[in-house]
């Protein structure tokens, strides 16, 4: 099967690439709400970008219905500062949950039997029980696409990871267990994958 995207309707282009671009990693994102407590919501269109400067982006679109921005860009544009978490399959529900649209500056942890935890040195919390979390700046917002996307990149200023999934090796490397994370990726419509087997091939020369 070929399948020429410019000869079908744009509503059944996302599916396809949902459905082929897989497993994606998903970036559970929180922000600050204007009331002072959190926004949590997960974005599959997500990669780091350099690693110097450690730059990574988030892909988010608009509100179903209405059309405006999300409440992760509006938070983050106004405010600067937000979290990216890595989560695990433990969270698959509690991720799928915090999708939910709701009413700019409602929480989605108002929903969640989830806690937050507050490190020193930062101004945001993290989510307690996710093993790696990603602090982040805002570096710029670009909109990409017809309807259209924001293309929200961050400096990556920390990274937190727990301490039983890293290690440092006798040359200084950080080493970190993926099995003991646990990731959860996206696939299409409303399945997740894990990690399964994970294969070691080394890398050429």
Same mark, same amino acid.
């Given at each position: 099967?070929?399948?020429?995207?410019?000869?079908?309707?744009?509503?059944?282009?996302? #599916?396809?690439?949902?459905?082929?671009?897989?497993?994606?990693?998903?970036?559970?994102?929180?922000?600050?709400?204007?009331?002072?407590?959190?926004?949590?919501?997960?974005? %599959? =269109?997500?990669?780091?970008?350099?690693?110097?400067?450690?730059?990574?982006?988030?892909?988010?679109?608009?509100?179903?219905? /209405? %059309?405006?921005?999300?409440?992760?860009?509006?938070?983050?544009?106004?405010?600067?500062?937000?979290?990216?978490?890595?989560?695990?399959?433990?969270?698959?529900?509690? !991720?799928?949950?915090? %999708?939910?649209?709701?009413?700019?500056?409602? %929480?989605?942890?108002?929903?969640? /039997? !989830?806690?937050?935890?507050?490190?020193?040195?930062? #101004? !945001?919390? $993290?989510?307690?029980?996710?093993?790696?979390?990603?602090?982040?700046?805002?570096?710029?917002?670009?909109?990409?696409? /017809?309807?259209?996307?924001?293309?929200?990149?961050?400096?990556?200023?920390?990274? =937190?990871?727990?301490?039983?999934?890293?290690?440092?090796?006798?040359?200084? $490397?950080?080493?970190?267990?993926?099995?003991?994370?646990?990731?959860?990726?996206?696939?299409?419509?409303?399945?997740?994958?894990?990690?399964? /087997?994970?294969?070691?091939?080394?890398?050429?020369?």
């Amino acid at each position: 099967m070929l399948i020429d995207l410019e000869s079908i309707k744009a509503k059944h282009i996302h #599916p396809i690439l949902t459905q082929t671009v897989i497993p994606r990693p998903v970036a559970w994102v929180l922000s600050r709400n204007p009331g002072d407590d959190y926004n949590l919501a997960p974005y %599959s =269109f997500f990669t780091v970008v350099t690693g110097k400067p450690p730059i990574l982006m988030v892909s988010i679109g608009k509100k179903p219905g /209405d %059309s405006t921005f999300k409440d992760t860009r509006v938070n983050i544009e106004a405010r600067k500062q937000f979290v990216v978490h890595i989560g695990s399959q433990s969270h698959a529900q509690a !991720m799928t949950e915090s %999708s939910r649209h709701l009413d700019h500056g409602q %929480s989605e942890l108002d929903r969640l /039997d !989830m806690k937050l935890v507050q490190e020193e040195g930062w #101004p !945001m919390p $993290r989510v307690e029980g996710c093993m790696v979390a990603l602090y982040c700046e805002l570096r710029e917002v670009i909109e990409m696409g /017809d309807t259209p996307q924001s293309l929200v990149f961050g400096n990556i200023k920390q990274v =937190f990871v727990d301490d039983k999934v890293a290690s440092i090796n006798d040359q200084g $490397r950080f080493i970190i267990d993926a099995k003991g994370i646990d990731p959860i990726s996206r696939l299409g419509g409303s399945e997740y994958g894990t990690l399964g /087997d994970i294969l070691s091939v080394p890398r050429p020369d």
